[in-house]
């Protein structure tokens, strides 16, 4: 009987091994192994990148690059990073492991999981594109104007930049709003929101600031770019235009973006790190709500990037008060952490390694955040290389190591191996001190008065061993990056199996299969309690197989708090549409780019038909 | 919600009945809310542009503020256009579906009046003002035009919906397209009433 309806399940959810299944998936296992993989070489893309600058940096009055091809470069590896690598991964993530987490068969849009998959590859590779003509966006990843604008930036670099980050806009708003959905509909049933994995909470808090930040951004590089290719006069002195209204647009979305980056790798955290300590997370309550609350209060900080620009005292101390505020709710979490392991029993995984690293981290990126949020502390630094230590203290402490430490936790469930722990833990460490010789010594270049985004520095002014240390840190990072890298091509044949359940860890995600099936579980679980694989309740206990609903594409929908049955979910089945969808938003931008107008509106009326064809009704495939 | 067809199974997938047997018909709804509730945010934020860059007078342009006379009945038309609208999705919801169509297809109607109405609106206008002629011309055209190209999205959905071939509840998606749909022309619709407000109204009070 049983076996009967795995077949079943598999044949209504199964995406078919073929050219057309490649291109056409809807499947959430399918899509997020792609986001993980396309961001993971974004990320050795920008760290190549990274690279290159730190050899130019390396030795005083250096010739490697000329300052042109310098700020191409820094800007590359910036935009990459902040858009193309630390988002996405942590959207990987989410793709493929909460409809696990919950219980459901797929995102409640699987077919705009596809299409937001497809636009996120297509807005890189059209960034991506500028390189190969020669002509890529210069202007830090900030793109303050007047610099960016056409007289102090000719050339196709910044309209590559302003066009492909409103690309990437469509494709992160449409993944935000499928997690929002997903989320509040289709969780198992018992699965009550005081009972949600903590990422899921860090997802939804910055799904909803995505919905309202993020169109910011748009607005932004749409002003920009009509300023740039049409004449008009957003940001133009001249014309009667504010060159501020760019930094105040960008920052109304460059803060919340902040935590976009990294709440939800503080959710993984908290997920994993309460499994390698065998016991429940300490403060659950008060860990998610200091997560709604930084993407609350986040919305209130922006202004602390602009405290140079010349303000009103009491704006500035506004803004510098919220700003230490976001701190405390950072310290909850930290703290919970720390009680965790240390009222636990941890077990040092490489993954527990990675994950006391960011902890390591966080706390002196953030400290040295608070530094630069008092305000004459951030005059003396600003624009120095202080402010990029601290920046990439958070972003590769905040966000690499949990994605590293998540790696090493999640990827035997995706790959069904298991990866080695010595390599890991040589991985760790290698990129821990890499990481740390890279950027210390940056806190001392900024208050030595180093500037940031200079191309070289002549000798003399206390720079010039600071900078070579720095240097050989970054290279270490790199080889403790590589290392991972190969652990993980070495494990998809050599691992390990992992079985179900390789860390006996607690939420739903681990009850299935290693790969998960197409269908992910055979019986909708449901849940009674926050560790539903610790407690005694059998998940999948369904005597009459009213949880199968293998009576088509079907998942279940719930309500939004309490996770009561509601009605059953239709799930679309693969669809070309998507793609070609994409294929013709991609032609319509490159138009712009080259201003094409009539190239541009053929690619919209592709755009409408195709959306019409995914649209329109179809008929519903029944059980063989 | 409608109710799953589930007698047209074979008997082996029939013999278990699933734990509840309605059809969620309401994820489109909540898609359609959400994508209002960003393209709000984007219209804040252009309006937030525009009195920034008024340098706080609400009353800005000083000098020749823009006329009423054709866009005051343009916010009529809208308005009488969500109302036929609404008449029509409460005809849809009593069954009586060709009274649908004919609403929507009015609706339609209005909506390309309106178009006209701007298409005019703009020629006058551009005899004295140009989006290059100062960043007052560029915001004022960026967000009308922006308003437009959204009425112009809501045209095309309703259209889409005007074309469908049937709009009685169905166990296929997908579901209630008329009410999404609706949702976001009322949204169009009411974006242009903070526009009236703020672009059209304010510089004219003194």
Known sequence: MSTAIEERLTNLWETPHTLYGWFATVDHKQIGKRYLVTAMAFLIAGGLEALVMRLQLAKANQNLLSPEVYNQIFTMHAVTMIFWYASPILSGFAVYFIPLMIGARDMAYPRLNAFTYWSFLFSGLFLYGSVLVGQSPHGGWFAYVPFTSKTYSPGLGMDFYALALIFLTISTEGGAINFIVTIFRLRAPGMTVSKMPLFLYSTLTISCAIILALPSLTVACVFLELDRQWGFHFFDVAGGGAPLLWQQLFWIFGHPWVYVVFLPATGMISMLIPVFSRRPIVGYPYVALSTVLTGLVGFGVWVHHMFAVGMSQMGMSFFSAASMTISIFSAVQVFAWLATVWTGRPIPTASFKFAMGFIALLVIGGLNGIVTAVIPVDWQVHDTYFVVSHLHYVLVGANMFPVFAAFYYWLPKITGRMLDERVGTWSFWIMFIGMNVTFFPMHLLGIEGMTRRIYTFPSGLGWDSLNLISTIGAFVLAVGILLSVLNFFASLSGGRLAGRNPWKADTLEWSTDSPPAPYGSVHIPTVVSRHPLWDDHDEEEDPGDARVLDQGRLTLASTSLDAEPLALARMPEDSLWPFLFNLAMTLFFVALVIKWLWLALAGVIAMLVFNAFWLWPKPIKRPA | ?206
């Open chain 2, 1 to 206: 919600m409608s109710t799953i067809a589930l007698d047209r199974l074979p008997p082996d997938v029939a013999s278990h009945p699933p734990l509840v047997s309605e059809l969620d018909d309401r994820r489109g709804t909540a898609a359609m809310w959400l994508f209002i509730l960003t393209e709000a945010a984007l219209f804040i934020l252009l309006f937030f542009s525009y009195f920034y860059l008024a340098e706080g007078g609400w009353r800005w342009p000083m000098e020749e503020p823009p006329k009423l006379h054709l866009a005051i009945p343009m916010l009529v038309v809208l308005w009488i256009s969500s109302g036929v609208l609404h008449w029509g999705e409460k005809q849809v919801k009593a069954r009586r579906y060709s009274r649908g169509r004919a609403g929507l297809a009015v609706t339609i109607l209005l909506g390309l009046i309106f178009l006209v109405m701007q298409a005019f609106e703009y020629r006058e206008h551009l005899r004295t003002l140009s989006p290059q002629t100062n960043v007052y011309g560029s915001i004022f055209y960026t967000i009308t035009t922006f308003h437009a190209a959204h009425l112009i999205l809501g045209l095309l959905m309703l259209l889409y919906v005007l074309f469908l071939p049937r709009y009685e509840p169905v166990d296929r998606p997908p579901h209630r397209p008329f009410h999404n749909a609706a949702l976001y022309w009322h949204f169009v619709d009411f974006v242009w009433v903070w526009i009236i407000a703020f672009l059209y109204i304010a510089p004219n009070t003194r």
